[in-house]
């Protein structure tokens, strides 16, 4: 009994974002797709459709499999509690929610496939994380990094590749990462530069 008295729920935003997103997969599993398709997925429905909202948010919460799930959880579950610390759980929220819904808007209006899956997250969690370390009007080598090999390749494929719709979600997240990021970043310098000196 001691030892589950120690286990912390150290990141409540992540942890919860990863345990909804299970029972929305065994849903999924229970009602044979149905939910996925009503819920947690995106495609081009008529915007007087409420539905069409309520899956604007809700894609990010579903996947096709387990698979899809661990490969999206495994970046989701290392970075997340790292970035919910720096960030707040309620700017983490934020940023989520808004890539959910810009990712979704370009699938819902544009394109005739379906959307599903936190990838567009975790290409957002994984370029926010290169401005973990940044310091005032210096620019991280790691940002570049991730930028040219992460970005860099989704361009590539959607360009090049035979699958070009799914690397749309992937780029859209890494901006979405980059440009949050910057912002809070530079409100924060903004907030030191005013406060007066001890």
Same mark, same amino acid.
């Given at each position: 009994?001691?030892?589950?008295?120690?286990?912390?729920?150290?990141?409540?935003?992540i942890?919860s974002?990863?345990?909804? #997103?299970?029972f929305?997969?065994l849903?999924g /599993?229970?009602?044979?797709?149905?939910?996925?398709?009503?819920?947690?997925s995106?495609y081009k429905?008529?915007?007087?459709?409420?539905?069409?909202?309520v899956r604007?948010?809700?894609?990010?919460f579903?996947?096709a499999?387990?698979?899809h799930?661990?490969n999206?959880?495994?970046?989701i579950?290392?970075?997340?509690p790292m970035?919910?610390?720096?960030?707040g759980a309620?700017n983490?929220i934020?940023?989520?929610?808004a890539?959910?819904v810009l990712t979704?808007?370009i699938?819902?209006?544009?394109?005739?496939?379906?959307?599903?899956?936190?990838?567009?997250?975790v290409f957002?969690?994984?370029?926010?994380?290169?401005?973990?370390?940044? /310091?005032?009007?210096m620019i991280p080598?790691?940002?570049i990094?991730?930028?040219?090999?992460?970005?860099?390749r989704e361009?590539?494929e959607?360009?090049?590749?035979?699958?070009n719709?799914?690397?749309?979600t992937h780029?859209?997240?890494?901006? #979405?990462g980059a440009?949050?990021?910057f912002?809070i970043n530079?409100e924060?310098?903004?907030?030191?530069k005013?406060s007066?000196l001890?």
């Amino acid at each position: 009994m001691n030892f589950f008295r120690r286990i912390q729920y150290n990141s409540p935003v992540i942890l919860s974002y990863a345990i909804i #997103c299970l029972f929305v997969l065994l849903l999924g /599993r229970v009602t044979e797709g149905v939910s996925t398709t009503l819920f947690f997925s995106v495609y081009k429905s008529p915007l007087t459709d409420p539905l069409f909202y309520v899956r604007l948010l809700g894609h990010v919460f579903g996947h096709a499999s387990f698979a899809h799930y661990y490969n999206n959880f495994v970046i989701i579950l290392l970075v997340g509690p790292m970035l919910e610390e720096k960030y707040g759980a309620r700017n983490l929220i934020i940023m989520m929610a808004a890539t959910s819904v810009l990712t979704g808007l370009i699938y819902g209006l544009f394109f005739d496939t379906v959307l599903l899956g936190a990838s567009g997250i975790v290409f957002m969690f994984i370029l926010l994380s290169s401005f973990v370390n940044i /310091r005032s009007a210096m620019i991280p080598l790691t940002l570049i990094l991730v930028i040219a090999i992460f970005l860099g390749r989704e361009v590539f494929e959607g360009a090049f590749g035979d699958d070009n719709i799914s690397q749309i979600t992937h780029v859209v997240g890494g901006i #979405c990462g980059a440009v949050l990021g910057f912002v809070i970043n530079s409100e924060k310098f903004m907030r030191k530069k005013r406060s007066p000196l001890p």
